[in-house]
């Protein structure tokens, strides 16, 4: 028998994918005297997990001189204040309290490792930590930080441009799903890979500019959050579209397209498609609406009882229909609050999207992606014959080269040092210059 869907919100049921607990006026702390004494010994940021089986929670505690914090990227907790620290020689205590409810770490302190037992509800689980060196915690991006209006306020973004002189082509690069950085990289991962960083460079080697941004509610874009309930997928769309639009009033850029990953892939289909951008490019982008991948993903870990229960719900979603009642079990999936953004997202099907786009599309993918397997794109590329498809022997969803086994496929996630899976940065310069998406070096080459 299947074991029931493991609840990743474990830390508190409440806990949202993008906001819900992060500022004061959505939940109400107790506040408690902290510890006076110095954590000068422990001061800085650590990163690691609280060992849930089968599925380890990401936490980040940033330890000051007298308090501290608490990240969950996956559960979209952003620098929540801890009720109280307190360290005397190696022992440490901290906890924080939330939906009423309070949470303890108690662990030993082993120069740059931390771990002990977490507790919440009468349940404990191993955690550790380890110490980032500010270097890591802070570490500086090459380009220009430049900003895009949106309904509101603005979004923060990275322009990355190449070295010769302009007008350049333009990428917006978007992100996949989850705490995805602008860089590719998942705070529920242990390292980084760095892989949207690397395709930023190699654009800009090539003549290509381009901008990435966190989306909103991660990294820099964190204070455009929101509350969950109010999250609409619409609102990833427009961020994008702003992006776009942002684009083509600049002068330093000649042509503007979009270069959508993973979840990013279907957001930039319905921007492009908005905006008129010049050109389209999909990688590791799903080939159907998200209520089929989502049942794909239970399939494997729900009892048939829940199972059946989940495709009832996600039925009543794409009608537009809310449920009430949802097991506790499938609460972190189907909670009321985050119901009204999956109505929305259910509605966007990338078949149909990518048949709307009257500009060049290029369609990309790896038969080593164990997350948006290459028959995804094949299947989008059946939809838009006149669209090109590009699909790369030994390439895993990160965009890197990876082993056929899964535990070395899931290593390059968490490895910044393997570069880009060869093929894929020139499969993309050879579609752009094939529809004279150009840098103006080229053009003068030409001329």
């Known amino acids: 028998m299947k074991r029931p869907l493991a609840i990743i919100c474990i830390i508190v049921s409440a806990f949202v994918v993008m906001a819900g607990c992060r500022t004061k006026d959505t939940v109400q702390v107790e506040e408690k005297p902290k510890e006076v004494s110095s ?3 422990i001061e800085g940021r650590w990163e ?7 599925q380890p929670l990401p ?3 940033h330890f000051t001189k007298k308090d501290g914090t608490i990240s969950i990227p996956v559960q979209g907790l952003n620098e929540f204040p801890l009720t109280s620290v307190k360290l005397s020689k190696s022992d440490l205590f901290f906890d924080m309290e939330i939906q009423n409810q309070k949470i303890t770490f108690d662990g030993k302190v082993d120069q740059e490792r931390i771990s002990g037992t977490f507790v919440q509800n009468g349940q404990a689980f191993p955690f550790e930590l380890l110490k980032k060196s500010d270097q890591a915690a802070e570490e ?3 380009g220009e930080i430049v900003q895009a209006d949106i309904k509101d306020g603005t979004i923060k973004g990275l322009l990355e441009t190449p070295k010769n002189e302009g007008p350049f082509p333009v990428m ?6 989850g705490p995805t950085d602008k860089d590719g990289n998942s705070v529920a991962n242990a390292g980084k890979n760095n892989s949207l960083k690397m395709l930023a460079g190699s654009l800009a080697e090539k003549g290509i500019a381009s901008i990435r941004y966190d989306k909103r509610g991660i990294g820099e874009n964190v204070q455009l959050a929101g509350k ?17 639009q942002f684009a ?3 002068a330093r850029f000649s042509k503007v397209g979009i270069i959508g990953h993973s979840e990013g892939s279907l957001i930039g289909m319905a921007a492009a498609k908005k905006t008129e951008t010049d050109i389209f490019i999909s990688l590791a982008g799903a080939g159907e609406p998200i209520d089929q991948v989502l049942i794909k993903q239970l399939e494997e870990q729900l009892t048939p009882k829940l199972l059946t229960e989940s495709k009832e719900i996600l039925a009543k979603l794409k009608q537009g229909k809310q449920v009430r009642t949802v097991s506790a079990d499938l609460q972190s999936v189907f909670r009321p609050s985050v119901q009204p953004y999956m109505i929305s997202w259910i509605q966007y099907n990338p078949i149909e999207l990518v048949k709307e786009l009257n500009i060049p ?7 080593r992606d164990i997350q948006v397997p290459a028959t995804n794109a094949k299947a989008l590329h059946e939809e838009k014959s006149d669209s090109e498809l590009l699909i790369l022997e030994k390439m895993n969803h990160v965009l890197k080269e990876a082993p056929a086994d899964r535990k070395g496929n899931l290593a390059t996630y968490t490895n910044p040092e393997l570069p880009l899976s060869p093929g894929l940065v020139n499969g993309i310069i050879e579609f752009l210059n094939k529809n004279d998406i150009t840098s103006n070096d080229d053009h003068k080459k030409n001329n």
Do not use: C, T
């Not at 917006?172 to 799903?177: D, K, N, T, V």
């Not at 969950?228 to 776009?244: G, M, T």
């Not at 599309?361 to 038969?367: D, S, Y």
């Open 48 to 54: 690691g997990d609280i060992k849930v089986p089968n």
């Open 140 to 142: 500086k991006e090459s």
């Open 361 to 367: 599309v290029l369609i990309v993918n790896g038969n």
């Open 59 to 61: 936490i980040i505690i």
């Open 39 to 41: 954590l000068k010994a």
């Open 228 to 244: 969950e309930k109010d999250l609409r997928f619409e609102q990833y769309i427009d961020d994008a579209a702003a992006w776009a």
């Open 248 to 250: 083509k009033k600049d």
């Open 172 to 177: 917006i690069i978007i992100a996949g799903s």
